[in-house]
């Protein structure tokens, strides 16, 4: 069964299924269980790359479990993927059910934040010895 440019929903839920059965193997149940097994796949045929790569989309139930799961498991989870698949030629992304999709694994903090907090802190520590 080809899964590289295959629009039909069953073949990405196959995809899906055999790759959570090789992390399965790969992972201590409990951490399967708790990070793995509540992601969905998707694919999003209408965003495909230039170079004819597939654009597929995991799908977290919430964003701290979708930048839990791409900063512990991103590689394994690519690795289980292009086993099943025979090829590499995919681009993942990680997504939460409310749409969000998280493109870095740590954005940094905007400026007026940084700023805001080191007056906080200056406050406060002038605050103390006086």
């Not at 590289?4 to 399965?24: C, F, H, M, P």
């Not at 939460?96 to 007026?112: Q, V």
């Not at 080191?118 to 103390?128: G, N, W």
Request: glycine share 4%.
């Amino acid at each position: 069964m080809q899964y590289i440019g295959n629009s039909q929903t069953k073949d990405i839920a196959y995809l899906w299924v055999k790759s959570s059965e090789v992390l399965r193997t790969k992972l201590d149940p409990q951490l399967f269980s708790a990070w793995i097994k509540p992601l969905s796949l998707t694919s999003n045929n209408t965003e495909n790359g230039k170079n004819g790569t597939t654009r597929l989309e995991l799908i977290a139930p919430n964003k701290f479990c979708r930048d839990h799961v791409e900063r512990h498991y991103r590689d394994v989870i690519s690795n289980a993927l292009s086993d099943v698949m025979g090829s590499s030629d995919f681009s993942l992304f990680f997504k939460s059910h409310d749409g969000t999709i998280k493109h870095k694994l740590s954005p940094s903090l905007p400026t007026k934040t940084i700023s805001t907090l080191l007056f906080f802190l200056t406050k406060v520590l002038a605050a103390s010895i006086a």
